[in-house]
């Protein structure tokens, strides 16, 4: 019995760090911006959440990314290839943290290429590893696998359209409204609620 309970903290402690980095990722955009707003004595968005780093709000970005990497590093999936794709993803989350967008021309390198990467990484697990099933997938889960579908699509089509904006967009009237801070937030939120549903937050399976 003690050791059956023993496990079911150990999960239950797991889940909960799902939760918490789904969290995470839906509150970044909004914690960065409203931070910049308090330092800077206006009411502007950055051009990007990467540019929140030249505030003192990389504090805040910069910590974040490492709660995520952590956790990104420790997750262990059911095969291989999860634990690579987390080691992977943490590699890139650091790389983003590490190398800042505002710094020489070769951290601006890594950081993006690190920022592309990590936004492939998290929807590689939205789109092919959350959606995977041991048996027969309940109602619930089949719900789930929809939400992380759809997370991970949102996560894709985020990243086409910001490579599209710096690629033919740049220096059109659409900059105004910040669309790349605007399109990162959208990947973020996709990112966060999927960890979150996955945290057996929502659409949990019946118990017994």
Same mark, same amino acid.
């Given at each position: 019995?003690?050791?059956?309970?023993?496990?079911?903290?150990? !999960?239950?402690?797991?889940?909960?760090l799902?939760?918490?980095?789904?969290?995470l990722?839906?509150?970044?955009?909004?914690?960065?911006?409203?931070?910049g707003?308090?330092?800077c004595?206006?009411?502007?968005?950055?051009?990007?959440?990467?540019?929140?780093?030249?505030?003192?709000?990389?504090d805040?970005?910069?910590?974040?990314?490492?709660? !995520? @990497?952590?956790?990104?590093?420790?997750?262990?999936?059911?095969?291989?290839?999860?634990?690579?794709a987390?080691?992977?993803a943490?590699?890139?989350?650091?790389?983003?943290?590490?190398?800042?967008?505002?710094?020489?021309?070769?951290?601006?390198?890594?950081?993006?290429?690190? @920022?592309?990467?990590?936004?492939?990484?998290?929807?590689?697990?939205?789109?092919?590893?959350?959606?995977?099933? #041991?048996?027969?997938?309940?109602?619930?889960?089949r719900?789930?696998?929809?939400?992380?579908?759809?997370?991970?699509?949102?996560?894709?089509?985020?990243?086409?359209? !910001?490579?599209?904006?710096?690629?033919?967009?740049?220096?059109?009237?659409?900059?105004? !409204?910040?669309?790349?801070?605007?399109?990162?937030?959208? @990947?973020?939120? @996709?990112?966060g609620?999927?960890?979150?549903?996955?945290?057996?937050?929502?659409?949990?399976?019946?118990? #017994?």
């Amino acid at each position: 019995m003690a050791g059956n309970g023993n496990h079911e903290r150990v !999960i239950v402690s797991y889940l909960t760090l799902r939760r918490v980095v789904g969290v995470l990722g839906v509150a970044l955009p909004v914690l960065v911006a409203l931070w910049g707003f308090v330092l800077c004595g206006c009411g502007e968005l950055q051009d990007s959440i990467s540019d929140y780093y030249a505030l003192r709000t990389r504090d805040l970005l910069v910590g974040t990314l490492f709660a !995520i @990497a952590w956790f990104l590093f420790t997750y262990r999936g059911y095969e291989r290839q999860d634990d690579l794709a987390g080691d992977l993803a943490c590699l890139f989350a650091l790389g983003v943290a590490f190398f800042p967008a505002s710094g020489e021309e070769w951290e601006k390198v890594v950081h993006f290429t690190s @920022a592309l990467g990590l936004f492939l990484m998290l929807s590689y697990f939205s789109l092919f590893l959350f959606t995977k099933s #041991g048996g027969s997938p309940t109602p619930q889960k089949r719900m789930r696998n929809r939400v992380y579908v759809t997370c991970g699509l949102i996560m894709l089509v985020c990243i086409a359209l !910001i490579g599209l904006y710096y690629w033919l967009l740049q220096d059109s009237p659409i900059a105004a !409204i910040k669309p790349v801070f605007w399109l990162e937030s959208l @990947a973020l939120w @996709a990112f966060g609620f999927s960890w979150f549903v996955k945290g057996e937050t929502l659409w949990r399976d019946p118990q #017994g």
